[in-house]
């Protein structure tokens, strides 16, 4: 396989039609059978696959280029999300403007070339899958909350916690899912499943949720002054599910079709097996 081919068949499976902006192959490969993948792959990972006779590093996040650069204009698919959960598409759009700001300016001045000048100079073939590995996991987690709560109205955060650890990559983390703002006794309501689309939107996005008739809001990681301001809002609750365990559960399904298509796939850097 080559490194095309891989990248497709990550977007076939998050049912993405072209490379997302937080996603790319810095060093293209060809006849790839050995594969090392983690969730954070940047140099010393590099040398690492180089020692072990690998022909391909994929990292989960961006280290490299433009994939970095531009991580701030990912964000934009997080509006089509709000507007399936019933936020006017005018609103989604103003309460994602200052977090996507933050991001453009914190990226401006990052060394962008550092982990790719490396790849290239060791001959490593080098890609990451961000969105389209976030994806696999929003879809994933989302369904399986779905069918838990199905004929359920009076589910509470404590059903939501034992749901979430049915899963095996949530099951065997040691930071897996916490509660975060609310209590186990507190009534779910609707669940919306927030893990793809760059990076938490911040509170005005969770509050849009919120005001839209959203209940609880399940994630990957939220920042302090987030937790605080929706703590202050009193109005929806807050389900951290883990960071390295929810990027996992994408890439371990993403992983099980590069084994299928007879690749030897090295977990590292964060993935739970």
């Known amino acids: 396989m080559n490194t095309t081919e891989i990248m497709n068949i990550a977007l076939e499976l998050a049912g993405l039609q072209e490379i997302p902006w937080d996603s790319g192959i810095s060093v293209e490969g060809n006849d790839i059978k050995k594969v090392l993948i983690g969730i954070d792959m940047e140099t010393p990972e590099l040398l ?9 590093v994929i990292s989960h996040h961006p280290h490299t280029g433009e994939q970095e650069v531009y991580f701030h204009k990912v964000m934009a698919v997080q509006i089509d999300k709000m507007v399936e959960f019933g936020v006017p598409i005018n609103k989604a759009q103003k ?36 969105l389209p590995a976030d994806i696999i996991t929003e879809k994933f987690v ?32 040691p930071a897996g899912p916490v509660i975060r703002v609310g209590s186990e006794g507190d009534y779910a309501g609707k669940v919306a499943v927030l893990m793809a689309g760059g990076t938490n939107g911040g509170a005005d996005v969770f ?6 008739g959203v209940g609880t809001i399940i994630c990957m990681h939220v920042p302090d002054d987030v937790r605080e301001e929706v703590e202050k809002q009193n109005i929806g609750n807050v389900i951290v599910a883990g960071h390295m ?29």
Do not use: C
């Open 48 to 56: 690492l696959a180089k020692e072990l006779g690998m022909d391909l």
């Open 95 to 130: 309460a994602l403007k200052k977090k996507i700001g933050i991001l453009e300016r914190a990226s401006h001045g990052k060394n962008y070339d550092k982990v790719r000048s490396a790849a290239k100079l060791l001959k490593m073939p080098y890609m990451n899958i961000h």
């Open 142 to 173: 989302q369904n399986h909350i779905n069918e838990k709560i199905k004929g359920h109205p009076k589910a509470t955060l404590k059903d939501l916690m034992e749901y979430l650890n049915e899963i095996h990559e949530y099951r065997h983390t």
């Open 207 to 212: 509050k849009a949720y919120f005001e839209a």
């Open 245 to 273: 365990a929810s990027d996992s559960i994408g890439l371990n399904i993403f992983i099980r079709e590069l084994e299928k298509r007879g690749l030897e796939v090295i977990r590292m850097s964060g993935i739970i097996e």
